[in-house]
């Protein structure tokens, strides 16, 4: 097809060719159930997917269920999640995300929004991370790589992760913003990061603004 001309005509047809350039796109931290995906997106703030995976076989084999994290040790937690970075700061969180979930929840995810992010150390993007990957609900998570590759696109001005969220949404069918999140996501590790895109290796390049600057 031609050129789309509206921003929301771009980002179907970005979606489109995004889908055929990563059909089997799926999250990239290692997890079997909801829990443990929750886990792993709390530790995964400023760190990579492939550090977060080298840390949490450790992790889940010490708590592997809620509660037993909510009866964590502080220092013997903080001690595995260590190199991920943010150490006290991420193990005080999934303390406050396990106790919760154990005395709030009977040690299930909540499914809603408004319950993920009443969890301490989730806010929005690991929520829908949760809702998009472990519980097949709508969500559209929001990392550097969505933001800036959605600037660079033209499907946004803003620069907070919410805002861009919120405009993206209408864009994109429910059901596929979970999809639509983690193709930008791999795009941008592969060909478009934040310093020196290759335009010239981009299947969006011939609509893409920030190709033509």
Do not use: W
């Amino acid at each position: 097809m031609g050129r789309p001309r509206s921003i929301k005509g771009r980002a179907a047809e970005a979606h489109r060719r995004l889908g055929d350039e990563y059909p089997g796109a799926e999250c990239e931290l290692n997890h079997e159930n909801p829990f443990q995906l929750l886990a792993a997106t709390i530790l995964s703030a400023q760190c990579t997917d492939k550090r977060v995976n080298m840390v949490t076989p450790a992790l889940f084999a010490a708590y592997p269920e809620p509660v037993d994290l909510a009866g964590a040790v502080p220092h013997e937690l903080q001690e595995i999640v260590r190199s991920t970075g943010f150490y006290a700061n991420k193990a005080k969180s999934l303390l406050g995300m396990a106790q919760r979930l154990v005395e709030v929840f009977d040690s299930e995810v909540p499914s809603s929004m408004t319950d993920l992010t009443s969890l301490p150390g989730v806010g929005r993007k690991t929520a829908n991370v949760v809702r998009s990957v472990a519980l097949d609900l709508p969500g559209l998570p929001v990392d550097t790589h969505v933001g800036r590759l959605s600037r660079r696109l033209g499907l946004t001005t803003e620069t907070d992760p919410v805002k861009v969220e919120m405009e993206l949404n209408p864009m994109v069918p429910a059901a596929q913003r979970g999809e639509f999140s983690l193709r930008l996501i791999l795009h941008g590790r592969r060909v478009c990061p934040s310093r020196k895109p290759r335009c010239g290796e981009c299947v969006l390049q011939d609509f893409c603004p920030a190709a033509h600057i």
